[in-house]
């Protein structure tokens, strides 16, 4: 069965980084789309980035463009998303995604908190 766990998340001062991790089992990680998703506290789940199966396409929300970097190995079926000068605004629940056969899979979520 797919299963998608994220790790990774934690407390960052404003311009701060973490690096967050997706690793994945029970399907063809290396022929998926992946996704990062988001949700702020009191806020719908809004998409961060996106990654094609073979990393040739890199796509990112216009709020985290410049300082975020989502990458693969598929050979590991992982997928990190780099995040460096973190904001307020950054803070929430971070997703891993992967729609197979019409059905979208989540992660349990990792929390990212950025506070002085």
């Known amino acids: 069965q797919v299963h998608l766990v994220e790790s990774g998340g934690g407390l960052a001062q404003p311009g701060g980084s973490l690096r967050l991790s997706c690793t994945t089992s029970?399907?063809?990680?290396?022929?998926?789309?992946m996704r990062w998703y988001r949700q702020p506290p009191g806020k719908e789940r809004e998409l961060v980035a996106t990654i094609s199966a073979a990393a040739s396409r890199k796509t990112y929300a216009d709020s985290v463009k410049g300082r975020f970097t989502i990458s693969r190995i598929n050979a590991r079926s992982t997928m990190w998303l780099q995040m460096d000068s973190l904001q307020p605004e950054d803070t929430a629940v971070y997703f891993c995604n992967v729609q197979r056969s019409n059905i979208d899979y989540w992660g349990q979520g990792t929390q990212v908190t950025v506070s002085s």
């Open positions: 029970g399907f063809d990680f290396g022929l998926h789309t």
